[in-house]
């Protein structure tokens, strides 16, 4: 535990983050919790058990939940294809299945910065004017755009927007608290000054946009994805959800226990199973394996987010910071391998 300890100290004070917490049970049992730092770099507010933090990639682990809810209750398969649960058109698009989507296999590129079209909005009508297809040489490309349709193919079979549907299908049953921005509450993580990483991005696809946030103030309380943020008016499939550790505890425990949460089914056994093992290359239905996980399954969030499940310890691990909080964003690779390879040694 003291090396867990250590770890976390020592990344904090090489500026990693501003501010992190890592929360990790074995058997239910809560085993070590630890908060640090601060939510903004201007250091005015410690970091808690409580503190939200844009969960960023995260979200498409909240999507996957609430499509295989529909799957669950037999209004999706795996096998159901995009022509057959949303108004599209396209040849290419619509004989994606969910199960392609749900393991980033559909052959759609990683990124596209749909903001720099506006002020047009229909997302399918400009999917019909990009390049949707990467090069195709590997199977699996990790891809925003198959959980931003995951998402309009949830907004169409509730016939509401997204935050609805997460209230009313995930948050009552599961005494959770996520929501989509933006949010005014205090305890808040901040996240980057302004979109530079995507001002970058868009400068070297040779993309103009003009109406990026101001580069000198932190995001509080929205989301940082730029195409949530300035395309989807907040609310995607892929990115925008707010949640603090003790939301996604619950949310890995609905996956470490086959499914069910308070006596109650709430996801098939058997879509669980598959969910938490390889289908193609390291994807499962909406989680990964492999680096930087040393066993079982898990997820990672631009914004420093990582959730962590070992199904066959019971093993449940939350590793939230606020990375993109300072001065010059590092990548958090190394430092998540150290901190799973520590939990690994101390509690399994």
Not at 157 to 171: A, F, K
Not at 309 to 335: A, C, D, S, W
Request: glycine content about 8%; overall charge negative.
């Amino acid at each position: 535990m003291q090396l867990l300890k250590s770890i976390l100290d020592q990344y904090l004070e090489r500026e990693y983050f501003s501010g992190a917490v890592c929360t990790v049970i074995k058997d239910d049992d809560l085993v070590f919790e630890q908060s640090l730092g601060y939510t903004n770099i201007n250091q005015s507010q410690k970091v808690t058990s409580e503190t939200v933090f844009d969960l960023a990639s995260l979200t498409k682990i909240v999507t996957s939940t609430l499509i295989l809810r529909l799957i669950t209750n037999q209004k999706l398969s795996l096998k159901t294809q995009l022509g057959d649960c949303l108004p599209i058109q396209q040849k290419e698009l619509s004989s994606i299945t969910i199960h392609q989507l749900l393991t980033h296999s559909s052959g759609i590129k990683a990124w596209h910065p749909f903001y720099t079209h506006l002020p047009e909005r229909n997302f399918f009508k400009l999917l019909d004017d990009i390049e949707i297809k990467h090069d195709g040489r590997e199977k699996v490309e990790y891809s925003d755009l198959n959980y931003m349709l995951l998402g309009k193919v949830l907004e169409h079979e509730y016939s509401t927007d997204l935050n609805q549907i997460v209230n009313q299908n995930l948050n009552k049953r599961l005494s959770s608290d996520f929501s989509y921005g933006p949010l005014n509450a205090s305890n808040i993580a901040a996240t980057e000054f302004g979109n530079r990483t995507e001002m970058g991005m868009c400068k070297n696809r040779g993309l103009d946009f003009n109406q990026w946030r101001q580069t000198d103030q932190p995001i509080i309380g929205e989301v940082n994805d730029g195409n949530t943020y300035y395309f989807f008016n907040g609310q995607a499939g892929h990115a925008g959800l707010f949640g603090s550790v003790k939301d996604l505890i619950k949310l890995n425990d609905l996956y470490l226990k086959g499914g069910v949460y308070n006596h109650e089914v709430f996801l098939n056994e058997e879509l669980i199973n598959q969910s938490l093992e390889n289908q193609v290359g390291q994807r499962g239905l909406g989680w990964h394996s492999g680096r930087p996980f040393p066993a079982g399954m898990g997820h990672t969030g631009f914004t420093g987010t990582a959730i962590w499940i070992v199904p066959e310890h019971q093993l449940n691990v939350v590793l939230l910071t606020n990375r993109l909080n300072t001065k010059q964003p590092q990548n958090l690779q190394g430092f998540r391998e150290e901190v799973f390879k520590a939990i690994m040694d101390e509690f399994i």
